[in-house]
């Protein structure tokens, strides 16, 4: 069969099987009288053989050997060659994810582009200053995709940064949130309380709704995170779990302080005062969080307070009966 007929059955190129037979790789069996290559058909078998060992990514050279040396092995090749794609997948990748991010940011000529390449690459800055200047310049210098600055949230170790990213994404509006959703499921608990961080200063229904959901999630910082967010929206919801950490001892203070914000609605002032006075009744309650209760109730306006402070100045637990006596000094004072 003649180099043409092999071209067009075959798919390879006349220009392509000629390179072939110069390095040897696949050299045609026989010549015409007037000189042409003519392939066997074991020669357009050993073609069908190269073609379908370069899709694998082997070089010439590799499926040279591959063909002809008896003691070369595939399996050390192979494993290199899938090190290769995967770094190459993962290069790719990243090319079209910083692609995509400036697409979404609407550049609206080369000087838009440069300036979002340029904060991108601040924000992945090993530099944590670099990275908390992106940070801040990026609700005014030039639109940052809200994906990147969601992702260097959530992955931000530094306090002072991870602070400015969550001051950019809260006046980024909130295209931010669904990503945030996510990082509140993800297998990593710090993730998980940078997102919940996050949401939590987003300040539009949409995330107090997220915020809402998240008073039942499996993690118990991130339901105390939410608890407390919530509690400084005047939301009711988060009361038990507020009061749960004051018996705990988890951000007590916050939580009190939190709770006695709540109270100034009187609707909520007896619900509040209910709910510390039936934990204290409980006598499992390690005398610890008994004090913790106790002042709680401090600043919790209402009879139902009151009534309970009164009680607790005869409480058997002295530290406990003295500090309610103070209160009530206080109340009465006021």
Same mark, same amino acid.
Request: glycine share 6%; proline share 4%; aromatic share 2%.
């Given at each position: 069969m003649l180099i043409g007929d092999v071209a067009r059955r075959s798919g390879v190129s006349?220009?392509?099987?000629?390179?072939? #037979?110069?390095? @040897?790789?696949?050299? !045609?069996? @026989?010549?015409?009288?007037? @000189?042409?290559r003519e392939y066997s058909s074991e020669d357009i078998r050993r073609i069908f053989h190269v073609e379908s060992l370069r899709s694998l990514g082997l070089s010439l050279h590799e499926v040279g050997r591959a063909l002809d040396d008896p003691g070369f092995t595939p399996s050390a090749l192979v494993d290199d060659l899938i090190r290769q794609t995967r770094e190459r997948i993962a290069s790719e990748t990243e090319l079209?994810?910083?692609?995509?991010?400036?697409?979404?940011?609407? !550049?609206?000529?080369w000087e838009d582009v440069l300036?979002?390449?340029?904060?991108?690459?601040a924000l992945g800055s090993e530099s944590a200053g670099k990275r908390q200047r992106a940070a801040l310049s990026s609700v005014e210098e030039a639109p940052v995709p809200v994906e990147a600055l969601v992702?260097?949230?959530?992955?931000?170790?530094?306090?002072?940064?991870?602070?400015?990213?969550?001051?950019?994404?809260?006046?980024?509006g909130d295209g931010g949130l669904a990503l945030l959703a996510e990082g509140l499921g993800s297998p990593?608990?710090?993730?998980?309380?940078?997102?919940?961080?996050?949401?939590a200063e987003i300040p539009n229904g949409e995330a107090t709704a997220l915020l809402q959901d998240a008073l039942t999630n499996s993690d118990i910082v991130v339901r105390r995170y939410a608890a407390l967010a919530l509690a400084a929206r005047g939301v009711a919801d988060a009361v038990p779990t507020l009061?749960?950490?004051?018996?705990?001892?988890?951000?007590?203070? #916050?939580?009190? #302080?939190?709770?006695s914000a709540l109270a100034g609605d !009187?609707?909520?002032?007896?619900?509040?005062?209910t709910g510390l006075v039936d934990c204290l009744a409980h006598g499992t309650i390690e005398p610890s969080a008994r004090r913790r209760l106790t002042q709680a109730l401090a600043d919790i306006p209402g009879i139902t307070a009151?009534?309970?402070?009164?009680?607790?100045s005869h409480d058997e637990d002295r530290a406990v009966a003295l500090t309610a006596t103070y209160i009530l000094k206080l109340r009465d004072a006021r």
């Open positions: 006349a220009r392509m099987l000629r390179h072939y #037979d110069s390095l @040897g790789l696949v050299r !045609p069996t @026989g010549r015409t009288e007037a @000189g042409y079209l994810t910083r692609l995509r991010r400036i697409g979404a940011a609407e !550049p609206a000529d300036r979002t390449v340029a904060l991108l690459q992702e260097a949230a959530l992955s931000e170790t530094d306090p002072n940064v991870a602070g400015a990213l969550r001051w950019a994404l809260a006046r980024s990593a608990a710090e993730v998980r309380k940078r997102a919940v961080q996050s949401i009061i749960d950490m004051i018996v705990e001892g988890a951000n007590d203070a #916050d939580a009190a #302080d939190v709770l !009187p609707a909520l002032a007896d619900q509040i005062a009151s009534r309970a402070l009164a009680d607790l």
